[in-house]
Nanobody, 121 residues
Framework: QVHLEESGGGLVQAGGSLRLSCAASGGTFSRYTTAWFRQAPGKERELVAR???????YYLDSVKGRFTISRDNAKNTLSLQMNSLKAEDTAVYYCAASKLIVPRERDFDSWGQGTQVTVSS
């Protein structure tokens, strides 16, 4: 497992931008598939974006064209650039890591503590 710590959440107006970062330590970051999940109050956790160690990328349909996931293996960091934010993007955002190439949610065995993103309308 790898230790993950998110930063960059906060309060932003609708239409604004935020950049989330996730710092990894304690493992070979470049060998992990990494992802951003989110969980809104009263809703199930959902996969927002995923980037594999081979740089294959997946996005949730509702964030395509607005969010960009990236990773810097030299710095052991994962990022999520969020533009044109909407009220429905409000949630706690978690970074996660898995050694599988295309993991299901249950295959992610390393999780950060989460960072709150609140979008005011």
């Amino acid at each position: 497992q790898v230790h993950l710590e998110e930063s960059g959440g906060g309060l932003v107006q609708a239409g604004g931008s935020l950049r989330l970062s996730c710092a990894a330590s304690g493992g070979t970051f470049s060998r992990y598939t990494t992802a951003w999940f989110r969980q809104a109050p009263g809703k199930e956790r959902e996969l927002v974006a995923r980037i594999s160690w081979s740089l294959s990328i997946y996005y949730l349909d509702s964030v395509k064209g607005r969010f960009t996931i990236s990773r810097d293996n030299a710095k052991n960091t994962l990022s999520l650039q969020m533009n044109s934010l909407k009220a429905e993007d409000t949630a706690v955002y978690y970074c996660a890591a898995s050694k599988l190439i295309v993991p299901r949610e249950r295959d992610f065995d390393s999780w950060g503590q989460g960072t709150q993103v609140t979008v005011s309308s």
